[in-house]
């Protein structure tokens, strides 16, 4: 009996960790819309409702403004939003806006009084300064992503387009056997900054750089916060690098891409008698949709990458054709008769001389193993040091999914 009770209570624990992780993930994506809903005069009117609807998802969330006529939403995830504002008296106040990842938007409204029936749709700019926090920040939009050129398709160069940013360094080969970017932000290290992909840790510490993001048919914006940024980013104390994915809507959308590269495209280097070898294909798809309408949704893509470059040349250090012989004489250090370890004796050749002397070992001592071994995969060379062409070819997947779920519209 008892030990059911703790396999239910385990399993209610975990259920509940699992349910509280995502909340502690999306709070660095997730912004606020907060505002004040005043009268024609000027006086704040409390008891209002204030609604903000998702486009797209039709995802909708409320709340009702204080005494001071104040209102605020809290968590509300990155994207296009409806937002409405009523109360019995006064004509209905309705507004477009955007909201970007650990954005805090700020929307006032001034209703007039007339029929809740009727409603007024204010349109406007939002505002160019961010005045509800002190964090710097710059934000990689969708339409940066979707229009500005990259060769190698890895978002994160589009970093450089940002004041402040600097060196970004971002591979254009994006595998994890790659190195992933790194940037210089107002000077400091390029290792003290960190990434996150919708808000989970997507650092690797041990080349001190981000993981290489998704394609951008998948991204939906980056926002590089610079400084003052709020308690939630902790780990490094550089900038912080937000990368959200985009996810799905009530209507379902994709795309596909190919992105190839060879040496027939390719310039001659000034400097080289002949163009390197290249063959470079990126193709992949990405695409979402609902599950369950206003409620559930899906999205995902996905990315193969295959380079066939040129041969790299590698110089690696072999024994001299002396030293295969056993004359070591040309080392400056001083070679040690080995000692068995069974009789504690030196080794000795058929005639009992020491199988090393003046840097010299005996051929008698040598192993017709190990001599064999060398011939058979250690190339000769009189100098010791010879070049060989390495191929390096590459062949990287790339997949992402994200789905979401909305519970109600007060989660």
């Known amino acids: 009996m008892g030990g059911h009770v703790i396999k239910r209570i385990t ?28 009268d024609e005069s000027g006086a704040v009117v409390p008891g209002a409702e204030v609604r903000a609807t998702m486009v797209g998802q039709q995802v909708t969330r409320s709340a009702i403004t204080d ?9 509300m995830p990155r994207g296009n939003y409806e937002i409405t504002a009523q109360l019995t008296g006064f004509l209905t106040q309705q507004t477009k806006a955007e909201l970007t990842a650990g954005e805090n938007l700020r929307v006032d409204f001034r209703m007039n009084l007339g029929q809740l029936s009727e409603t007024v749709v204010v349109t406007g700019t939002a505002a160019l300064v961010e005045t509800r ?53 107002h000077g400091a290290s390029r290792g003290q900054n960190n990434f996150t992909l919708n808000g989970a840790n997507f650092t690797n510490y041990s080349q001190t750089a981000g993981f290489n993001p998704p394609p951008p048919d998948a991204v939906q914006e980056i926002r590089v916060q610079t400084s003052t940024f709020s308690a939630e980013f902790g780990n490094n104390a550089g900038a912080q690098v937000t990368m959200v994915t985009k996810a ?73 054709d002396a030293q295969r012989a056993g004359d070591f004489r ?27 002397a003046g840097n010299v070992i005996d051929s008698g001592c040598i192993s017709p193993v190990a001599r064999a071994y060398l011939d058979q995969f250690i ?11 390495v191929p390096s070819p590459l062949d990287a997947y790339n997949f992402v999914t994200r789905v979401d779920y909305t519970v109600s519209s007060k989660n």
């Open 248 to 320: 799905g809507s009530n209507q379902f959308h994709g795309s596909a891409w190919e992105f190839h590269r060879n040496d027939a495209l390719n310039a001659r280097n000034f400097f080289a008698p002949r163009k390197s070898k290249q063959e470079q294909n990126q193709w992949g798809a990405a695409g979402g949709g609902r599950i369950v309408p206003n409620k559930l949704f899906f999205f995902g893509s996905y990315q193969k990458l295959t380079n066939r470059a040129e041969a790299v040349g590698q110089q690696a250090t072999v024994p001299t």
């Open 67 to 75: 005494e001071t006529g104040f209102f605020n939403l809290l968590a």
């Open 379 to 389: 190339p000769r060379s009189a100098s010791g040091t010879v070049v060989k062409l």
């Open 133 to 185: 926090s002190a964090t710097m920040s710059g934000l990689v939009d969708d339409r940066r992503v979707q229009e500005l050129p990259l060769n190698g398709r890895n978002v994160v160069e589009l970093a450089s387009t940002l004041p402040g940013i600097t060196d970004v360094s971002a591979s254009r080969e994006m595998a994890s056997t790659r190195g992933g970017p790194t940037m210089i932000v």
């Open 330 to 356: 040309s080392l400056t250090a001083q070679l040690r008769n080995p000692v068995d370890p069974l009789t504690n004796r030196p080794y000795t050749n058929a005639a009992g001389a020491p199988c090393v």
């Open 11 to 38: 399993i209610l624990l975990l259920f509940l960790a699992a349910l509280g992780t995502p909340l502690v993930i999306e709070a660095q994506v997730a912004g606020t819309i907060s505002g004040y809903v005043r």
